[in-house]
Nanobody
């Protein structure tokens, strides 16, 4: 059973930066699809970035491309989301998620494991 523990949220002024971390335990295979999602009050949850744990391939939605970077430290089983040039519209609860990929990794997939979430507020 995979467990994800997230940290690193907080409040920042527009234009600032934050880095989210997601420490995983319980991985039983190498091919997980890893993702970062966010949900603002009154909005649906949206995926912002994803990474294939084995290949390292990444994908970003257009609203964060060029500002956010997803990365991983396999030795620490930790996923990161570096967020730069933050905007007020980035304000949301952020979650990391993982699911066995079986050759398919997409933000539209059905992620099995989720973190507890961390609040990011940009003013």
């Amino acid at each position: 059973h995979v467990q994800l523990v997230e940290s690193g949220g907080g409040s920042v002024q527009a234009g600032g930066s934050l880095r989210l971390s997601c420490a995983a335990s319980g991985y039983t295979r190498s091919d997980y699809c890893l993702g970062w999602f966010r949900q603002a009050p009154g909005n649906a949850r949206e995926g912002v970035a994803r990474m294939s744990r084995d290949s390292g391939s990444t994908y970003y939605v257009s609203s964060v491309k060029g500002r956010f970077t997803i990365s991983q430290d396999n030795a620490k089983n930790t996923l990161y989301l570096q967020m730069n040039s933050l905007k007020p519209e980035d304000t949301a609860m952020y979650y990391c998620a993982a699911t066995p990929s079986r050759g398919f990794c997409s933000l539209t997939g059905n992620f099995r494991y989720w973190s507890q979430g961390t609040q990011v507020t940009v003013s």
